[in-house]
C-alpha cells in the first residue's frame, strides 16, 4: 500500500518520508467475498533524528474494484 499512501500524501502536498505506525482496524465488507476496508495511522518525518511533521489516518477499500481507493483522509499536526 506504499504508492497509494505516497499518492495521497502528495495531495497533501508532503513528500516527506513516512511510515504506517499502526493499522486501526481492517473488515470485510462482504461475506464470501475479497472486499475489505483497512484503516492506517501514517507519520510523515524527514531525516532519522527529527521529530514527526504530521499524522495521517487513511482508509482504504477496494470494493467493486481492482483499484484501492481512498475512503477518508484525516490529517492532524
Not at 518520508?17 to 483497512?38: C, H, N, S, T
Amino acid at each position: 500500500m506504499f504508492k497509494p499512501i505516497d499518492i495521497v500524501l502528495s495531495q497533501y502536498n508532503d513528500k516527506r518520508q513516512f511510515m504506517v505506525d499502526k493499522v486501526v482496524g481492517i473488515q470485510r465488507l462482504e461475506q464470501g467475498k475479497y472486499y475489505w476496508e483497512a484503516t492506517l495511522k501514517v507519520t510523515t518525518f524527514q531525516g532519522a533524528h527529527n521529530p514527526p511533521y504530521h499524522y495521517y489516518t487513511i482508509t482504504f477499500t477496494n470494493l467493486f474494484s481492482d483499484q484501492l481507493k481512498v475512503v477518508s483522509v484525516q490529517r492532524t499536526d
